[in-house]
Protein backbone atom coordinates (compact mmCIF):
# COMPACT_ATOMS: atom_id res chain seq x y z
CA UNK A 1 0.00 0.00 0.00
CA UNK A 2 1.24 3.50 -0.79
CA UNK A 3 1.36 6.51 1.52
CA UNK A 4 -1.24 8.31 -1.19
CA UNK A 5 -3.57 5.88 -1.05
CA UNK A 6 -3.44 5.71 2.69
CA UNK A 7 -4.46 9.52 3.23
CA UNK A 8 -7.30 9.48 1.01
CA UNK A 9 -10.43 9.09 2.48
CA UNK A 10 -12.65 6.45 1.87
CA UNK A 11 -15.30 7.84 0.06
CA UNK A 12 -12.47 9.91 -2.37
CA UNK A 13 -13.09 13.31 -1.05
CA UNK A 14 -14.39 15.20 2.03
CA UNK A 15 -17.24 16.44 -0.14
CA UNK A 16 -18.11 13.09 -1.29
CA UNK A 17 -18.46 11.94 2.55
CA UNK A 18 -20.63 14.98 3.75
CA UNK A 19 -22.90 14.65 0.34
CA UNK A 20 -23.51 10.98 0.86
CA UNK A 21 -24.15 11.11 4.78
CA UNK A 22 -26.63 13.78 3.64
CA UNK A 23 -28.48 11.76 1.12
CA UNK A 24 -28.19 8.92 3.55
CA UNK A 25 -30.38 11.08 6.12
CA UNK A 26 -32.43 12.18 3.18
CA UNK A 27 -32.83 8.83 2.57
CA UNK A 28 -33.66 7.33 5.98
CA UNK A 29 -36.13 10.37 6.00
CA UNK A 30 -38.39 9.14 3.40
CA UNK A 31 -40.02 6.50 5.84
CA UNK A 32 -43.12 4.59 4.23
CA UNK A 33 -46.34 6.67 4.77
CA UNK A 34 -48.77 5.32 7.48
CA UNK A 35 -51.94 4.00 5.23
CA UNK A 36 -54.32 7.12 4.68
CA UNK A 37 -57.23 7.46 7.38
CA UNK A 38 -60.80 6.96 5.96
CA UNK A 39 -62.43 9.82 5.26
CA UNK A 40 -65.17 11.04 7.20
CA UNK A 41 -67.65 10.30 3.94
CA UNK A 42 -65.74 6.75 4.06
CA UNK A 43 -66.34 6.65 7.41
CA UNK A 44 -70.26 7.08 7.76
CA UNK A 45 -70.51 4.79 5.00
CA UNK A 46 -69.22 2.03 6.35
CA UNK A 47 -70.33 2.33 10.19
CA UNK A 48 -74.11 3.92 9.50
CA UNK A 49 -74.31 3.31 5.53
CA UNK A 50 -77.20 0.62 6.07
CA UNK A 51 -79.37 -0.03 3.44
CA UNK A 52 -82.49 1.96 5.37
CA UNK A 53 -79.83 4.60 5.95
CA UNK A 54 -79.25 5.31 2.39
CA UNK A 55 -82.38 4.82 0.99
CA UNK A 56 -83.45 7.49 3.72
CA UNK A 57 -80.59 9.64 2.57
CA UNK A 58 -81.26 9.11 -1.25
CA UNK A 59 -84.96 9.67 -0.42
CA UNK A 60 -83.92 13.07 0.75
CA UNK A 61 -81.42 13.98 -1.90
CA UNK A 62 -84.51 13.24 -4.81
CA UNK A 63 -87.34 15.20 -3.11
CA UNK A 64 -84.76 18.22 -2.55
CA UNK A 65 -83.59 18.39 -6.39
CA UNK A 66 -87.23 17.83 -7.31
CA UNK A 67 -88.64 20.74 -5.27
CA UNK A 68 -91.00 18.10 -2.97
CA UNK A 69 -88.85 18.67 0.24
CA UNK A 70 -86.74 21.49 1.88
CA UNK A 71 -83.90 22.21 0.29
CA UNK A 72 -81.66 21.57 3.21
CA UNK A 73 -82.39 18.18 5.22
CA UNK A 74 -80.47 17.62 8.72
CA UNK A 75 -79.72 13.68 9.69
CA UNK A 76 -78.76 12.16 13.37
CA UNK A 77 -77.22 9.40 13.30
CA UNK A 78 -75.22 7.33 16.19
CA UNK A 79 -72.00 8.92 15.11
CA UNK A 80 -72.42 11.28 12.55
CA UNK A 81 -74.69 14.23 11.59
CA UNK A 82 -75.04 14.96 7.74
CA UNK A 83 -76.82 17.74 6.10
CA UNK A 84 -77.92 18.04 2.48
CA UNK A 85 -78.10 21.18 1.25
CA UNK A 86 -79.17 21.16 -2.55
CA UNK A 87 -79.14 24.86 -2.98
CA UNK A 88 -75.74 25.12 -2.26
CA UNK A 89 -74.75 21.52 -4.02
CA UNK A 90 -73.03 20.40 -0.96
CA UNK A 91 -73.32 17.68 1.78
CA UNK A 92 -71.67 18.11 5.36
CA UNK A 93 -70.53 15.47 7.39
CA UNK A 94 -70.34 16.12 11.07
CA UNK A 95 -68.33 13.51 13.50
CA UNK A 96 -69.84 14.20 16.99
CA UNK A 97 -67.28 12.19 18.64
CA UNK A 98 -64.73 14.77 17.28
CA UNK A 99 -65.28 18.64 17.86
CA UNK A 100 -61.98 18.97 15.82
CA UNK A 101 -61.88 21.20 12.18
CA UNK A 102 -60.66 16.98 11.33
CA UNK A 103 -64.20 15.90 12.30
CA UNK A 104 -66.34 17.66 9.77
CA UNK A 105 -66.28 16.98 6.13
CA UNK A 106 -67.98 19.41 3.24
CA UNK A 107 -68.27 17.15 -0.24
CA UNK A 108 -69.70 18.74 -3.07
CA UNK A 109 -73.38 16.66 -3.53
CA UNK A 110 -72.66 15.25 -7.24
CA UNK A 111 -69.73 13.20 -4.99
CA UNK A 112 -71.97 12.36 -2.02
CA UNK A 113 -74.80 10.75 -4.32
CA UNK A 114 -72.12 8.79 -6.09
CA UNK A 115 -70.51 7.64 -3.09
CA UNK A 116 -74.33 6.64 -1.82
CA UNK A 117 -75.11 5.02 -5.58
CA UNK A 118 -71.68 3.01 -5.39
CA UNK A 119 -72.25 1.07 -1.84
CA UNK A 120 -74.01 -2.18 -2.70
CA UNK A 121 -78.05 -2.60 -1.11
Known sequence: MNRESMTEPAF???GDCVQRREVGI???AV??????KPTLLE???TEEGTPYVRGLVRAALDAGNAGTAPARNRFEFHRFEVTLDVEEGVVLIDDILNPSDSGVQR???????AALAKQPG
Not at 31 to 36: F, G, I, L, V
Not at 107 to 113: N, T, V
Open 12 to 14: GSI
Open 26 to 28: IEN
Open 31 to 36: APSPPM
Open 43 to 45: QFL
Open 107 to 113: IPLQEFS
